[in-house]
């Protein structure tokens, strides 16, 4: 059974710093990795998505690295911004029938200005 | 192209009652997937709806049901309305095909409070 962790459950941090998120995972047959990020009492928001055959992935601000064989994602932000507030779930879906999603509880993050 | 909509945003509802949630699937998507997120935790899988049949269900009592539609929207019904059914519920919209599995594109979700 697919089990994701995700390390620490909050942080903060004041603004300008880099800063890196982690989540790992027990079963490393995943169909692809992907980190959301989610304001409070709204939906999710995809950032990054790794399919398995790939290492990382680059958005602005944000790289997302993975690592099947040691069953853990990184995410890492450049120069933090106060808007970087938020919460940060990684998610990872499997090869099953249905292509289900498991999710992380995330790691709350806040950026001081 | 729309997004994936659904509604209603918010729903207050007392114990024991029913409720129907609504999903609409992103244009040229075919299989809907529906998430519970209680407060402080990560989204956990309700059930999937592929052409209009349930394709997998996770740990969930029958009093969750749901439907799809040919076009491709959905429903999730809640029986017997329970406290801890009070949750975001997210529904999120892909296409499948026998050989490619699309990423899902989340809705904004309906916040559900039982009383």
């Known amino acids: 059974k697919q089990e994701v962790t995700q390390i620490p459950a909050a942080l903060s941090v004041p603004e300008g710093e880099n800063l890196v998120l982690n989540c790992s995972f027990t079963d490393s047959a995943i169909y692809n990795l992907q980190w959301f990020r989610q304001d409070p009492g709204k939906g999710l928001t995809s950032l990054l998505l790794i399919q398995s055959s790939q290492r990382e992935q680059t958005s602005g601000r944000l790289n997302a690295s993975l690592d099947k064989s040691s069953g853990r994602s990184t995410l890492y932000i450049a120069a933090s911004q106060p808007g970087d507030s938020a919460t940060y779930l990684c998610a990872v879906m499997g090869y099953s029938s249905a292509s289900k999603i498991i999710f992380g509880s995330g790691t709350r993050l806040s950026i001081r200005p | 192209e729309t997004g994936v909509t659904q509604s209603p945003t918010h729903l207050i509802k007392t114990r024991g009652q029913q409720v129907t949630l609504r999903c609409s699937s992103q244009?040229?998507?075919?299989?809907v997937s529906w998430y519970q997120q209680a407060l402080g935790q990560g989204p956990q899988f309700i059930f999937q709806?592929?052409?209009?049949?349930?394709?997998g269900r996770g740990n969930f009592p029958p009093r969750f049901s749901g439907l799809q539609f040919p076009n491709y929207s959905s429903e999730l019904n809640v029986n017997a309305l329970e406290l801890d059914d009070s949750a975001l519920y997210l529904c999120?919209?892909?296409?499948?095909?026998?050989?490619?599995?699309?990423?899902?594109?989340f809705g904004p979700g309906t916040r559900l409070t039982v009383l």
């Open positions: 244009s040229g998507h075919n299989t």
């Open positions: 999120a919209s892909s296409l499948m095909t026998k050989l490619y599995t699309d990423t899902q594109y």
């Open positions: 709806y592929y052409r209009e049949e349930e394709n």
